[in-house]
């Protein structure tokens, strides 16, 4: 097993990519809007079962928020459960991360699957990591 510097940037690159997912998830999760925006870059490209859309500002990027949350909350969305992340590691400033898991209603009772796959960036080698791509690589609903 190689343990060269390489791999131990790539090792700290895709920690600190997986951290940023977690705090990103958690603040989806309370439907914070300002501390999940932050997650964000604009413009933000989306890509899903409902076709291509772009949030060109942040107030744009918080307002498809609230909007997907509200979606949300009509179909007593409870909170989601992630069984797999990947990354891949394009470049110290460019990598894919690959989220798998399932949404749930507030009883408990599974409303659906996701696979979603992000493309996150960040402007210089150890800043943080900003979504720039949300795709919906299976969507939920999709036969």
């Known amino acids: 097993m190689d343990t060269g510097p390489a ?5 700290e ?5 997986l951290a940023t997912y977690d705090d990103y998830l ?19 490209c989306r890509l899903s079962s409902s076709g291509p859309g772009t949030s060109a500002t942040r107030t744009d990027i918080r307002q498809w928020l609230v909007t997907t949350w509200e979606a949300m909350a009509a179909r007593r969305y409870g909170g989601a459960t992630t069984t797999s992340r ?3 590691v394009l470049d110290a400033r460019t990598v894919l ?3 798998r ?15 979603v796959l ?3 960036v960040r402007t210089d080698d150890h800043g943080p990591w900003r979504i720039a791509v949300v795709t919906s690589v299976d969507p939920a609903g999709v036969t």
């Open 86 to 88: 990947t990354v891949t």
């Open 13 to 17: 690159i895709e920690q600190s990519v």
């Open 118 to 120: 992000y493309v996150l």
């Open 97 to 99: 991360l690959r989220a």
């Open 26 to 44: 958690a603040a989806f999760q309370r439907f914070d809007a300002a501390a999940t925006a932050a997650h964000f870059v604009a413009p933000l």
């Open 101 to 115: 898991g399932a949404r749930h209603d507030l009883s408990g009772a599974p409303l659906e699957d996701f696979d």
């Open 7 to 11: 791999t131990a940037r790539r090792n």
